[in-house]
């Protein structure tokens, strides 16, 4: 059983339009939320999270959005960069220290 | 953040033998994680690997299947035991520096088919 969900595997983007990447959780307990950048033969890089006593969490041109009772999140990224190809995962955990559960990923792909 | 190195970096091995992933960190971390990525699924927490103790192992994952080690607080290894094509994945180590989330980080994987 899935407890973090991104539906959608793929999304392809034109260069200086908005991004727009979809997790949704099952897990009621999670309370703090993750996303995660991945490039080919690398390892996840942290991009941005979000506690549940917040809605939205700005950081440069990410954006992260959580609906609690939806249990839903998004990612938004304006604009979207060539650069910002990559595979992008979604991640959940009760409390900061316990262990993420992490979605399936989406990979965008930006064309220039 | 920290320079990790993985190794190997990719491996193929034959059915039913034994592969061990080696993790170092460049400095002190407080804790470290292995992860498995299978084809297609999400990261997949193995488990926590404790300095001087027995590992904490998530459920589905036995210590005789993927014993771990971390005798000090730079270095942790997996050993995947008796191998078969169902433990095709990618690896990675993972550690967490502080006490939040964001400082947790990522090696960059070992990709391991087995035949």
């Known amino acids: 059983d899935q407890q973090v969900k991104q539906n959608s595997p793929s999304l392809s983007v034109q260069e200086g339009r908005i991004s727009i990447l979809n997790c949704d959780y099952t897990?009621?307990?999670?309370?703090?939320f993750l996303w995660y950048k991945k490039y080919p033969a690398e390892g996840p890089t942290f991009l941005i999270s979000i506690s549940s006593i917040k809605d939205k969490n700005e950081d440069g041109r990410f954006t992260v959005f959580l609906n609690k009772s939806a249990k839903h999140l998004s990612l938004h990224i304006v604009p979207s960069q060539p650069g910002d190809s990559a595979v992008y995962f979604c991640?959940?955990?009760?409390?900061?220290?316990?262990?993420?559960?992490f979605g399936k990923g989406t990979r965008l792909s930006v064309i220039a | 953040s920290a320079v990790i190195s993985q190794k190997p970096s990719r491996d193929i091995c034959q059915r039913g033998t034994s592969l061990t992933i080696q993790c170092q960190v460049d400095?002190?971390?407080?804790?470290m994680f292995w992860y498995r990525q299978q084809p297609g699924q999400s990261l997949t927490l193995i488990a926590t690997a404790n300095q001087g103790s027995e590992a904490t192992y998530e459920s589905g994952f036995v210590i005789d299947k993927f014993p771990i080690s971390r005798p000090n607080l730079t270095f942790s290894t997996l050993t995947v035991s008796n191998m078969s094509p169902e433990d095709s994945s990618i690896y990675l180590c993972?550690?967490?520096?502080?006490?939040?989330?964001?400082?947790?980080?990522f090696g960059p994987g070992t990709r391991l088919l087995v035949l």
């Open positions: 993972s550690w967490v520096r502080g006490a939040e989330r964001e400082t947790q980080y």
């Open positions: 991640a959940a955990s009760a409390t900061p220290i316990t262990p993420l559960v």
């Open positions: 897990n009621s307990m999670f309370d703090y």
């Open positions: 400095s002190q971390v407080t804790m």
